[in-house]
């Protein structure tokens, strides 16, 4: 047997990718700024409690990440340009406005970025290769800025990535729907019945 065929194993279909004893869920942005904004808040809090509900069932780690902008001094001027272009400006949001829609639970991690990428500013790579982690569930607000950011990011960094289209959401729907298009051609895009299904 080659080296490299002993390094690692290689999954062949969904079911194997998803077993929870190395899979975790990725919870994005679930902050009050953004869930009082998306297209459909009240389908989308549901499946997205379903999921939570599901991974904590199979005791699969959970990261909740938030949005946690860097001293105006600090932020980089391109990133500043970028965020002109969105209709809301952070710097003027209330404090409560951060807060997290979905309480998380004691055992599970709240990271703080700054960026639309789970791996840039975090320890999170650093935490999921410590647990053995090898596939990412992936969900949350919104679905063409950081859940797609971070998915692409996680496949180039050798994760298998699975998006919950369903338990994704934005401010606009229509830009939500070409993500989707757009990330299934890459990897797994699959509804919350389905991952539920999968994980039972």
């Not at 990725?26 to 809090?45: A, S």
């Not at 959970?62 to 001094?73: G, Q």
């Not at 001027?77 to 951060?98: D, G, V």
């Not at 703080?112 to 410590?130: P, Q």
């Amino acid at each position: 047997m080659l080296w490299y065929e002993m390094t690692r194993k290689a999954y062949e279909n969904i079911k194997e990718i998803i077993n929870p004893e190395h899979t975790a869920l990725i919870v994005w942005d679930v902050q009050t700024m953004l869930v009082e904004r998306i297209y459909n808040k009240d389908e989308f809090l549901s499946n997205m409690n379903r999921l939570i509900a599901k991974a904590r069932e199979k005791n699969m780690p959970i990261f909740f990440t938030k949005i946690t902008p860097l001293p105006h001094e600090f932020e980089s001027p391109a990133r500043k340009y970028a965020s002109s272009k969105m209709k809301y400006n952070l710097s003027q949001l209330p404090k409560e406005a951060f807060e997290l829609a979905i309480i998380p639970k004691e055992n599970e991690v709240v990271l703080n970025k700054n960026t639309a990428s789970v791996f840039i500013g975090t320890n999170f790579e650093l935490m999921a290769r410590n647990a053995g982690i090898e596939t990412l569930v992936i969900a949350g607000i919104s679905t063409e800025v950081g859940v797609e950011s971070s998915a692409r990011d996680a496949v180039n960094r050798g994760f298998y990535t699975i998006v919950a289209s369903d338990s994704s959401s934005s401010t606009d729907k229509e830009a939500h729907q070409r993500s989707l298009l757009n990330m299934a051609k890459l990897f797994d895009v699959v509804t919350t019945d389905e991952l539920i299904k999968y994980l039972s």
